[in-house]
């Protein structure tokens, strides 16, 4: 495998982490939701923001991990 192969296959994997991470964050903040309102409290979270991750081009020092 060719050293930009790899990059590649190291940056999906970031990516399906994140995905992953941000449906649990909705799930967790949607539990929340449901708890407060049985408390009868106003919600802490809200609508989590969308999150753009850009990572630098041309930059071989560093090594995904």
């Known amino acids: 495998m060719t ?3 790899l990059m590649k296959v190291k940056i999906k ?3 399906d982490r994140l995905t992953t ?3 649990s ?3 967790i903040n949607n539990i929340l939701g449901r708890f407060q309102m049985t408390e009868d409290k106003p919600t802490i ?3 989590l923001p969308e999150v753009d991750i850009k990572l630098a081009e ?3 020092d560093y090594e995904l991990i």
Request: overall charge negative; charged content about 40%.
């Open 3 to 5: 050293q930009e192969q």
């Open 25 to 27: 964050l909705s799930r």
């Open 21 to 23: 991470m941000e449906k």
């Open 13 to 15: 994997y970031l990516e």
């Open 45 to 47: 979270l809200t609508e």
């Open 58 to 60: 041309g930059n071989e």
